[in-house]
């Protein structure tokens, strides 16, 4: 899914011929999805490496959860 590749993309036009809409052939709009959401995992991922880290023992988790072991 790298790089880019020629879509087959139909314009619709208005009474003035500007473009107002798009035509994707469905496996292209999937792919299109596809890629929105690994770029948005990317920017959630580059955020969290910029996020301080906490952490916290095995026992104090459960013990924050409620759970006993």
Do not use: C, F, W
């Not at 880019?4 to 999805?33: C, F, K, R, T, W």
């Not at 770029?39 to 006993?68: C, I």
């Amino acid at each position: 899914m790298t790089g880019s590749y020629p879509m087959s993309v139909q314009y619709v036009v208005n009474e003035q011929g500007q473009p107002i809409q798009v035509l994707l052939d469905i496996a292209e709009y999937e792919e299109l999805l596809e890629r929105i959401e690994d770029t948005e995992a990317l920017r959630m991922l580059e955020g969290m490496k910029q996020s301080p880290r906490e952490y916290m023992s095995v026992d104090d988790l459960t013990a924050s959860l409620g759970v006993h072991v």
